[in-house]
Every structure is written in structure tokens, then in C-alpha cells.
């Protein structure tokens, strides 16, 4: 990040130890994101991962820093580049439990 918010088209990946560090693009992240997270029913063992629970708290802070409201998920979809995402009544009505294998 630098100091008007996070850099946008810098990208690399280093081995400190067992962890991996990267500076990602920040609408790749959200790309991920959206990838993922529409792909959980099908990899539910993703759920409960260290990179998609920091992750999502990651983004949810960047933009609640840029003052959405990340309990409505319009907002919050919106702010992850998710244009064409069902409403939350759609969301519930579609609702099923996810069991990690």
C-alpha cells in the first residue's frame, strides 16, 4: 500500500520460511474472491482455509475504509465488482448447508 491506499499493478510472490508473502493487484483480489466464494458449494473444504478467512477480512476492511457497508450485501458485492449478483432474497431462498468433506 502506499499512502492514497493499496497499489493496484504490482504483483510478486516470496518464500519467507513455510509462508509465502505476495503484493497482489487489488482487483485480482477481488476476482479471486468472487471466484472462490461462488465455487464454495463445490470445494466446501476452502471454507474454514487461513487464505480465504484473511482474505475476506482484508477486503471487508478496505472497503469499510472506503465507507461500505459490508453487512449489505449489495453494497458489498458492488465493491467487489460483482455486478450481476442476486439480492439477498434470492440469495436466502437459494440457501443450502455446505458440509466440508
Not at 459490508?70 to 440469495?91: E, M, V
Amino acid at each position: 500500500m502506499n499512502e492514497s491506499g493499496p497499489e493496484t499493478h504490482s504483483m510478486s510472490f516470496q518464500i519467507r520460511g513455510e509462508a509465502v508473502m505476495a503484493a497482489l493487484d487489488l482487483n485480482e483480489l477481488k476476482l479471486v474472491y468472487r471466484a472462490l466464494h461462488a465455487h464454495l458449494a463445490d470445494a466446501p473444504e476452502l471454507i474454514d482455509t487461513h487464505f480465504l478467512i484473511e482474505l475476506q477480512r482484508f477486503l471487508h476492511a478496505l472497503a469499510q475504509r472506503e465507507g461500505v457497508d459490508i453487512s449489505d450485501h449489495s453494497a458489498w458485492d458492488r465493491w467487489l465488482g460483482n455486478s450481476d449478483a442476486p439480492s439477498c432474497a434470492q440469495r436466502t431462498s437459494n440457501r443450502r448447508t455446505i458440509e466440508p468433506s
